[in-house]
């Protein structure tokens, strides 16, 4: 990871327009560098004023033993930061611990200052936020140069993983409207806390998903403290995913709630197409998301063509018609034209009640007696 902003996937960038800004900005970063704590008693005692959830500190030693001393047949996924790994925590690692498996992110051993501070910002933010809508942080280690989090293990994974696997059996309607409407709750609480935090980085590859499919979000390495008072926005330097990003949070730096909407707006566009809000290997005016769809969205004629082929047809019309809209609002290049998160909540909870059909093949008989057809549920 380096010293560099760049995260995760090579499509994220970094934007500047003033070198100089950058340059003083990387100098007192490294001066900073030197305030991040380096031991569990240095993070407890920067949790001290908002930690409302107890963390456990783990030694790196116990990590060791969680997950098989980090076998490689454990590594559920990584990218820029490091590699996740599944453990599991018995009763014997620690007195008066439970049972139960979990899910091991560490983070290079680098010891960059960005690195640092995305695993700090973790800890700090899940520390304090507790939703049933947002991934469970249940503890870290932070030893010599080791920088791990230990998650709450969630057995599907990722919504990427799940959306656009050519392995997995295609996500159903039902269960891709419960899996935005419960991310939008997520970023509903984010927005409303007492103090509002901003997301920032809301992708399918951050949306992990349980084995009912109720969807948390994780990896807050790039959140932010979102304006209070009178202030719309914050500014702060631009880190994210090419593809998500809201366009005036690229341009400006300017960053507030409605930049977390515009991202939503993205993934539920990537909900009903079943398409990656960036692929190279369509044709290239399909190839962004966005720019191809958004056209497409108000006309109700030209919308079914967009719909993902892979569900088949089994979505109701209106569900689907009231979705597209909400995603066209959703990407308004005006953030103050943006829906509020709690609105969009508001929107999508009817759309969850669609009774999906039994994935089962139709066929007609024929009766002998009176030619007369009716169609049966194999």
Same mark, same amino acid.
């Given at each position: 990871?380096?010293?560099? &902003?760049?995260?995760?996937?090579?499509?994220? #960038?970094?934007?500047?327009?003033?070198?100089?800004?950058?340059?003083?900005?990387?100098?007192?970063?490294?001066?900073?560098?030197?305030?991040?704590?380096?031991?569990?008693?240095?993070?407890?005692?920067?949790? @001290?004023?908002?930690?409302?959830?107890?963390?456990?500190?783990?030694?790196?030693?116990?990590?060791? *033993?969680?997950?098989?001393?980090?076998?490689?047949?454990?590594?559920?996924g990584g990218g820029g930061f490091g590699s996740v790994y599944k453990g599991f *925590?018995?009763?014997?690692?620690?007195?008066?611990?439970?049972?139960?498996?979990? =899910?091991?992110?560490?983070?290079? $051993?680098?010891?960059?200052? +960005?690195? %640092?501070?995305?695993?700090?910002?973790?800890?700090?933010? /899940?520390? +304090?936020?507790? %939703?049933?809508?947002? !991934?469970?942080?249940?503890?870290? &280690? &932070?030893?010599?140069?080791?920088?791990?989090? *230990? #998650?709450?293990?969630?057995?599907?994974?990722?919504?990427?993983?799940?959306?656009?696997?050519?392995?997995?059996?295609?996500?159903?309607?039902?269960?891709?409207?419960?899996?935005?409407?419960? =991310? =939008?709750?997520?970023?509903?609480?984010?927005?409303?806390?007492?103090?509002?935090?901003?997301?920032?980085?809301?992708?399918?590859?951050?949306?992990?998903?349980?084995?009912?499919?109720?969807?948390?979000?994780?990896?807050?390495?790039?959140?932010?403290?979102?304006?209070? $008072?009178?202030?719309?926005? !914050?500014?702060? @330097?631009?880190?994210?995913?090419?593809? #998500?990003?809201?366009?005036?949070?690229?341009?400006?730096?300017?960053?507030?709630?409605?930049?977390? !909407?515009?991202?939503?707006?993205? !993934?539920?566009?990537?909900?009903?197409?079943?398409?990656?809000?960036?692929?190279?290997?369509?044709?290239?005016?399909?190839?962004?998301?966005?720019?191809?769809?958004?056209?497409?969205?108000?006309?109700?004629?030209?919308? /079914?063509? *967009?719909?993902?082929?892979?569900?088949? $047809?089994?979505?109701?019309?209106?569900?689907?018609?009231?979705?597209?809209?909400?995603?066209?609002? &959703?990407?308004?290049?005006?953030?103050?034209?943006?829906?509020?998160? @709690?609105?969009?909540?508001?929107?999508?909870?009817?759309?969850?009640? #669609?009774?999906?059909?039994?994935? +089962?093949?139709?066929?007609?008989?024929?009766?002998?007696?009176? %030619?007369? +057809?009716?169609?049966?549920?194999?």
């Amino acid at each position: 990871m380096g010293n560099c &902003c760049y995260r995760l996937e090579s499509s994220d #960038y970094r934007v500047s327009s003033n070198a100089k800004s950058e340059k003083n900005q990387a100098i007192k970063e490294r001066h900073d560098d030197s305030k991040l704590p380096s031991n569990p008693k240095e993070v407890e005692d920067l949790r @001290r004023d908002s930690a409302a959830n107890p963390l456990i500190a783990f030694t790196y030693k116990e990590l060791k *033993i969680i997950t098989g001393n980090f076998r490689p047949d454990r590594v559920l996924g990584g990218g820029g930061f490091g590699s996740v790994y599944k453990g599991f *925590i018995s009763e014997e690692l620690r007195e008066g611990l439970p049972s139960l498996p979990v =899910a091991v992110k560490v983070h290079d $051993g680098d010891n960059s200052h +960005q690195g %640092h501070r995305e695993w700090l910002a973790e800890v700090i933010f /899940l520390g +304090q936020l507790s %939703h049933a809508n947002l !991934v469970k942080l249940i503890g870290y &280690c &932070c030893e010599n140069e080791h920088r791990v989090l *230990i #998650y709450e293990y969630m057995a599907r994974g990722s919504v990427e993983n799940n959306l656009f696997s050519k392995i997995l059996v295609p996500l159903p309607w039902s269960i891709r409207m419960k899996i935005a409407y419960g =991310a =939008a709750k997520g970023l509903a609480f984010l927005h409303e806390a007492d103090k509002p935090v901003i997301y920032r980085d809301f992708k399918t590859s951050n949306i992990l998903l349980d084995l009912d499919y109720n969807a948390k979000l994780s990896d807050f390495g790039l959140a932010k403290d979102g304006p209070v $008072g009178d202030k719309s926005h !914050v500014s702060t @330097r631009i880190m994210g995913t090419y593809g #998500y990003a809201a366009p005036e949070y690229i341009m400006t730096g300017h960053l507030s709630p409605r930049s977390d !909407v515009y991202s939503f707006g993205v !993934v539920l566009l990537e909900l009903l197409t079943g398409r990656k809000s960036l692929d190279k290997l369509r044709p290239a005016r399909e190839q962004n998301l966005t720019e191809w769809a958004l056209p497409l969205l108000k006309e109700k004629k030209k919308l /079914l063509n *967009i719909i993902d082929p892979r569900l088949e $047809g089994d979505f109701p019309l209106k569900g689907v018609h009231k979705a597209a809209m909400l995603v066209y609002h &959703c990407l308004n290049k005006n953030p103050k034209a943006r829906p509020l998160m @709690r609105d969009i909540v508001d929107s999508l909870e009817p759309l969850t009640t #669609y009774t999906q059909l039994p994935i +089962q093949k139709t066929f007609t008989i024929i009766t002998e007696s009176h %030619h007369d +057809q009716s169609k049966h549920q194999n």
